[in-house]
């Protein structure tokens, strides 16, 4: 079957950094996607990886390795507003998202 | 300004009374979709719709009807609500003439309660 492991819950504090890994079982695979959500709001793209290596966007980075099935994404330099859930997504095949639960990113000062 | 567009944001109801959740993007985009999320689930897709009269099956589309008449607008039926879909519901859209890698553009949401 398809799926898709990433870590419920994380804490780090404010100026740090952290890594949310994410792990995927897809039939095929067209790409992995990262979005970040806000409580009670819409889920907005952060990034998108189909190739091996990774991708730097100001204080977010993502990762991934094809062969291992994991990817991940690496924030630096915490600030309060970061505290959000961070949703990792693999296309399969058929470009269908195949979506995790979602990890709760808690800053704490 | 480029938007997607769900309403309502809130919704009680009782179960059996049908309701509509309407969805319009103004990007042109061919691709639209209906997610709900629910606590430790994370987002499930209820139906999809590729271009206007083309609509299929998600993952959990018991219960749930949707309809693709015009490319901006894709609703979503329920037509006897029961508890068990009371959640968090988004529509998201994106554009697929140029490939399937596109991000997608997600409404704000509509959170239903049926009692």
């Known amino acids: 079957g398809q799926n898709i492991d990433q870590p419920t819950e994380m804490t780090a504090t404010e100026g740090a950094i952290v890594q949310i890994n994410c792990t995927y079982q897809t039939s095929g695979f067209n790409g992995l996607f990262w979005y970040q959500q806000h409580a009670g709001e819409a889920p907005t793209f952060l990034s998108y990886?189909?190739l091996d290596g990774l991708e730097e966007k100001g204080r977010f980075s993502s990762f991934l390795s094809r062969s291992k099935g994991y990817s991940y994404l690496l924030l630096k330099e915490l600030q309060m507003k970061d505290s959000a859930s961070y949703l990792c997504?693999?296309?399969?095949?058929?470009?269908?998202?195949?979506w995790g639960a979602g990890t709760k990113l808690i800053i704490k000062p | 300004e480029a938007q997607v567009t769900q309403n309502p944001r809130y919704l009680i109801t009782v179960t059996g009374k049908k309701l509509t959740v309407t969805c319009s993007q103004n990007?042109?985009?061919?691709?639209m979709s209906w997610y709900r999320q629910d606590p430790g689930l994370g987002l499930r897709q209820i139906y999809y719709?590729?271009?206007?009269?083309?609509?299929d099956k998600g993952d959990v589309p018991e219960g749930y009807k949707v309809s693709r008449k015009e490319k901006r607008n894709f609703p979503l039926i329920l037509e006897s609500p029961s508890p068990n879909q009371t959640s968090l519901y988004f529509c998201?859209?994106?554009?697929?003439?140029?490939?399937?890698?596109?991000?997608?553009?997600f409404g704000n949401g509509t959170r239903l309660t049926v009692t």
């Open positions: 998201a859209t994106k554009p697929i003439t140029d490939g399937h890698n596109s991000p997608l553009h």
């Open positions: 990886n189909v």
């Open positions: 997504a693999a296309m399969d095949s058929n470009y269908q998202l195949i």
């Open positions: 990007m042109n985009h061919e691709y």
């Open positions: 719709s590729m271009n206007v009269e083309v609509t």
